[in-house]
């Protein structure tokens, strides 16, 4: 099961309201430098994932949503992923402490890594 999951799409605005409607989720607006992206979350505040634009530091993201799994290093995990035929997607990110890397299998679905950073920062 996936820990996150987020869509990068060219109609963000439009798909956020769909979700809205559908799901009955809850946007938060999260500043892009000009534009935002979404964070979703359920009715009950919990967040659930994210509905980005397709420009920007997500310009070279595939379309569809992304599940993000958890690994315990990223750098591992992409040498592993590189050695069974996967494919890495654009540059490991930060998030705060946290790293993460979007993917595609060898099947070409796309999916990231998500590597969780120490809570006092004494990685």
């Known amino acids: 099961m996936a820990d996150w999951c987020d869509i990068t799409t060219d109609c963000a605005e439009e798909l956020v309201h769909f979700y809205e409607a559908v799901m009955g989720w809850q946007k938060q607006a999260i500043d892009m430098g000009g534009y935002s992206d979404y964070v979703m979350m359920k009715p009950d505040g919990t967040p659930i994932g994210g509905i980005c634009h397709k420009r920007g530091v997500n310009s070279e993201l595939p379309g569809g949503w992304i ?6 290093s990223v750098e591992k995990s992409l040498a592993a992923l590189k050695e069974a ?3 890495q997607v654009g540059d490991v990110k930060h998030h705060g402490s946290d790293l993460f ?7 070409g679905a796309p ?3 998500y590597e969780k950073g ?6």
């Not at 890397?101 to 099947?107: E, H, I, Q, R």
């Open 67 to 72: 599940n993000y799994f958890t690994v315990d």
């Open 85 to 87: 035929g996967g494919t």
């Open 101 to 107: 890397c979007v993917a595609l299998d060898p099947s």
């Open 111 to 113: 999916f990231a890594l």
């Open 118 to 123: 120490s809570e006092n920062g004494d990685e």
